[in-house]
């Protein structure tokens, strides 16, 4: 089992990242009208309209971003959930059954996730 | 409420005896007020009129020794440190330290804390053996050096601050606030050279880790210990020693005594050195 | 497992969430802990709802559409409040569980000067801050868009 003197410096490092690629995020999506970022939904309208989702999906930054944001966010987060699990005192056993869980999870949502990344930046370049 | 209007007092205190009760339950008793009585001077009073049997833990009466801890009006605190009159004037709640099982009334079972305590081996580890176990002189240390861990050092192990940890509330194997902060108390100590030793507990999850800076463990400490701060700068340590930036201090060597100069003729002999 | 040795007086987990008469960053930690269990919990879905962009608009749309609607708006803007407080509280964390702004050990001197109390001034500045962006996220929401 890894120490977590090891895993909770990643967790702070995966939280400052976070910060950024998240206040990004939340800002093109969320902040669109009050913190207009010139680019970032060239079609005008709302963030999700396909076509402003496309023009972001061409790039290559977005889709960097996106994979980064997500390897980041699924430690960070589920880091954090295993603490507040452990801290409920399991038994030494259920402890390394819930870390294997969420390592799995991790594991699967992070390749399902960067597929779809990859994906969308291929179907947005070929269109 | 002011001295001068209260002329009685009630306590509510939590009681429990092992032989008799299978739950703890509630007590409530009258007693008289008297000027600068404190919590502990209320619970020598119920038990010399009310209450024989009601045990507590108690020794200094002065907020030195660290027995008295209890939990009063909700707030872990020394039942000698507490005047009745702080806590407003209403019934006065007396309830052991929570976090720990209860042997008797008010009287915690403490010993988990002090076996975390020893497991992080809260003193002075050297590889010069022979020179702390017979030793030829003082370690030298700059008064800068002593405030890195003064402050941690007047800690009286009174649990306060594991009673009011919300962590430890529910996890047994973290180590709490108290020896997390007594540890980092020896690993600031420039005569010391156990991190890598105490480390082996600190990495893994009975460390700081499980601390989120709640604080309540500062908030409530009698003496000003601050175990929070001591736990953060542990962290601190920790990270450095991960990323490989720490600085492994060399143990204080020992002072050398002045060999040269004259001793003025008004200065007495110094007494023989106790070590 | 430490062996019990009398009547167990564990808080549980009302010592987390309650349990006594505690201090702003106590109430700070409880929230944190919600915020980040609910992020996590919208991340998750979140994942799974916006990759269906890699498989072309009318799924896009469909995923877009099945998620819309007044109730999802409001839980959407619970996100961005819990992740502004989240985000910024988690700044103040940073920091401070890195052994900065909780000040230098000191002599202690009754009054007790704590940790709390040197870095009480980022804890106004944090909710300041969150509070800016929760009120520029609530006038994008419901207002400007």
Known sequence: MMRDQKLWTWHLAAGVVILFLLGMHMTVMHLNVTVPLKGLNPAGGHPIDWANVVARGKSAFFMVTYVVLLGAALFHGLYGFRNILFELNPASWLKKAVSMVLLLCGLALFVYGTWAAIAGFSLAKAM | MSEKTLSEITYRIRRFNPERDSTPHWEEYRIPYSAGMTVLDGLWRIKETHAPDLAWRSSCRMGVCGSCGMLVN????????????????????????????????????????????????????????????????????????????????????????????????????????????????????????????????????????????????????????????????????????????????????????PTEGKRRDNIPEAPPPTV | MIESKGHPNRLGLWGWFGGGRWGVERYLYTLHRLTGLGLLTYFLLHILVTSSRALGQASWEWAMGTVSGPLFKFGEYLVFVAFAFHAINGIRLGINELGFGVGPPIEPVYPYRTSLDFQRPLVVGVLLLAAIIVVMGTLNFWVLD
């Open chain 2, 74 to 257: 909700g707030k872990a605190r020394l039942a000698c440190n507490t005047q009745v009159t702080e806590l407003g004037g209403g019934t006065v709640v007396v309830a052991p330290l929570p976090n720990f099982d209860i042997v008797r009334d008010l009287v915690p079972e403490l010993a988990p804390m002090f076996d975390t305590h020893r497991a992080l081996m809260p003193y002075v580890i050297r590889d010069d053996a022979q020179e702390q176990e017979h030793p030829t002189g003082e370690f030298w240390q700059s008064a800068h050096e002593l405030e890195q861990y003064l402050q941690f050092s007047y800690c009286i192990k009174c649990g306060c601050c594991m009673a009011a940890c919300p962590t430890y509330a529910t996890d047994a194997l973290y180590s709490g606030p108290m020896p997390l902060g007594q540890a980092h108390r020896y690993n600031s100590d420039t005569r010391d050279g156990g991190f890598s030793a105490r480390k082996r507990v600190l990495a893994g999850e009975a460390g700081p880790w499980r601390c989120h800076y709640a604080g309540e463990c500062s908030r409530v400490c009698p003496k000003g210990v601050d175990p929070a701060k001591a736990i953060q700068l542990m962290k601190r340590e920790l990270v450095l020693d991960y990323l490989r930036l720490h600085k492994e201090h060399c143990p204080a060597p020992v002072a050398k005594k």
